[in-house]
Nanobody, 115 residues
Framework: QGRLVESGGGLVQAGGSLRLTCVGSGSIFSYNTMGWYRQGPENARELWAY???????NYEDSVKGRFRISRDNSKNTLYLQMNSLKPEDSGVYFCNTYKVRSDYWGQGTKVTVSP
């Protein structure tokens, strides 16, 4: 299909957890490093976490220790486990390759964290 499909967002209280999923084609996943991006107040999509094709993960300081990224290449699926959520984590979450491709952006999934 080309575009990635995100799901799993919702409304949660501060301190709660959510798990996001992202499903794509084999051609996208193949050997690509994949990342999770948040679209925040300025509409910029900021990278929060990324993971290589063989499972090596990296995180931005703002989410390190709270978020965990993982992938299942056999299912062409990317995950983001979000714990200890804060209101400032709210936004629309997207997945894409680490080297972003404009045609891979999906609809995103909305995360709302209440105080």
């Amino acid at each position: 299909q080309g575009r990635l499909v995100e799901s799993g967002g919702g409304l949660v209280q501060a301190g709660g957890s959510l798990r996001l999923t992202c499903v794509g084609s084999g051609s996208i996943f193949s050997y690509n490093t994949m990342g999770w991006y948040r679209q925040g107040p300025e509409n910029a999509r900021e990278l929060w976490a990324y993971i290589t094709h063989d499972g090596r993960a990296n995180y931005e300081d703002s989410v390190k220790g709270r978020f965990r990224i993982s992938r299942d290449n056999s299912k062409n699926t990317l995950y983001l486990q979000m714990n200890s959520l804060k209101p400032e984590d709210s936004g629309v979450y997207f997945c894409n390759t680490y080297k972003v491709r404009s045609d891979y952006w999906g609809q995103g999934t909305k995360v709302t964290v209440s105080p």
